[in-house]
């Protein structure tokens, strides 16, 4: 849990450590509805997007915090910073966002896969493609879907190194 959220950080709603709070409040429930991943749960059509926004709310609460680290010397702000950049850590870097990888790629791949086995059964057997094949449209939709999640989740691992510094 996000130390300082629902304390005395809440009720400097208009300051930066107000800010700082309401960001890391959404990171949280953000990062607690997509935890299913961790158990090798595959997400439906909307867990994709669900998964789109707890990667928006991590990047946010960290770029926020990362601005403000050096601004937080000295006072209670410093708290805030160091127990948002310890959930990531803790919650997100090290276990949703490896499985989330792993994931999309299962994902990425049992489609392909299934464009794969269609296109091999309909050309072995010297026919138009079957009245199934109207699915085939939408299960390239759906492999240009998981590749774009899957580089936007690359992105993030470029902000963690950037992040780490050389």
Same mark, same amino acid.
């Given at each position: ?31 607690? =509805? ?8 595959r997400p439906e ?24 680290? &050096? ?11 160091s127990d948002a950049? =310890?959930?990531? =850590? ?8 490896? &499985? ?18 269609? =296109? ?47």
């Amino acid at each position: 849990m996000v130390k300082g959220v629902g304390s005395r950080y809440d009720t400097e709603a208009g300051s930066v450590a107000g800010m700082l709070a309401a960001q890391c409040s959404e990171m949280k429930k953000a990062v607690e =509805s997509a935890e299913g991943w961790n158990n090798g749960r595959r997400p439906e059509r909307d867990g994709l997007d669900d998964l789109i926004k707890v990667y928006y709310a991590v990047s946010n609460v960290m770029t926020l915090a990362g601005t403000l680290k &050096d601004a937080a010397r000295g006072d209670g702000l410093s708290g805030l910073v160091s127990d948002a950049e =310890s959930f990531v =850590s803790k919650r997100f870097d090290n276990m949703l966002h490896r &499985d989330a990888k792993r994931v999309i790629n299962s994902m990425i791949q049992d489609v392909m896969g299934e464009l794969a086995s269609s =296109s091999q059964s309909s050309s072995l057997q010297g026919e138009a493609p079957p009245a199934n094949g109207a699915a085939e449209p939408e299960k390239y939709a759906r492999l240009r879907k998981l590749m774009s999640v899957r580089e936007f989740v690359g992105q993030y691992d470029e902000m963690v190194r950037d992040r780490a510094g050389p």
